[in-house]
């Protein structure tokens, strides 16, 4: 079954119209419509939204579409939380913001399996080198400041993806995005790194 037929299979299950599912999910019913019809491919954002109106693991969904290859069970495969978080969501690594699951990435299998989370890139101020929004990031626990590293941060309670520079005694935040100018930190900011970038998984675009 394709995953409109699905998606529309599980809306009247719960005996749902296409604009009471809007009106829990921010998601408008013309585009609710489109991909019921298949002319329209859901992100995995769109997918979690759905997933909660309908009432099943985000991750069931997520594997339906192929963002998270399909398993018969999280015992025979090493599983790395995938957390929602926004921009200025601090802190986010609690059970309630898990959205669902990601496979370890081939190359990671060295790396303490308890140190590793993903996020979910969900909007432009997050946006850093290759990094695009929907990309899911495998990341490392770290607090170190490590010159040439990308990283999850926490600047004055707002959380980006940056490149970490160290000059002299200066630490620099740096992004590819052209809209954003480099940060300096100053000795009054509240500055943490989360985490190490250490995959990414592109969304198909």
């Known amino acids: 079954m394709k995953i409109g037929s699905y998606l529309k299979e599980l809306r009247i299950k719960n005996n749902l119209t296409t604009k009471q599912v ?5 998601i408008s019913n013309s585009y609710i419509s489109l991909i019921e019809r298949d002319k329209r ?12 109106a309908y009432q099943v693991k985000p991750e ?14 999280k ?5 790395i939380p995938i957390y929602n978080i926004t921009s200025t969501e601090k802190p986010f690594l609690v059970s309630e913001n898990i959205e669902g699951y990601s496979p370890l990435p081939p190359g990671l299998g060295t790396l303490p399996i308890k140190d590793l989370f993903a996020i979910q890139v969900k ?15 495998i990341l490392s626990k770290q607090s170190k400041i490590e010159n040439g590293i990308i990283a999850l ?8 993806i940056k490149r970490i520079s160290k000059q002299n005694n200066h630490v620099i935040l740096q992004s590819t995005n052209l809209e954003q100018p480099p940060t300096l930190i100053k000795e009054t900011d509240n500055f943490n790194i989360i985490g190490k970038v250490e995959w990414v998984i592109h969304k198909f675009r």
């Not at 491919?41 to 909660?52: C, D, E, V, Y």
């Not at 941060?153 to 980006?160: D, G, H, Y």
């Open 123 to 137: 909007d432009k101020n997050m946006v850093c080198e290759r990094i695009g929004e929907g990309d899911i990031l």
């Open 41 to 52: 491919t859901p992100s995995a954002g769109i997918l979690n939204k759905l997933a909660k």
């Open 75 to 79: 015992d025979n495969l090493k599983q």
């Open 22 to 26: 809007e009106l829990k999910t921010g």
């Open 153 to 160: 941060i926490s600047l004055n309670n707002k959380i980006s």
């Open 60 to 73: 069931d969904l997520l594997c339906r579409i192929g963002y998270l290859p399909s398993i018969k069970s």
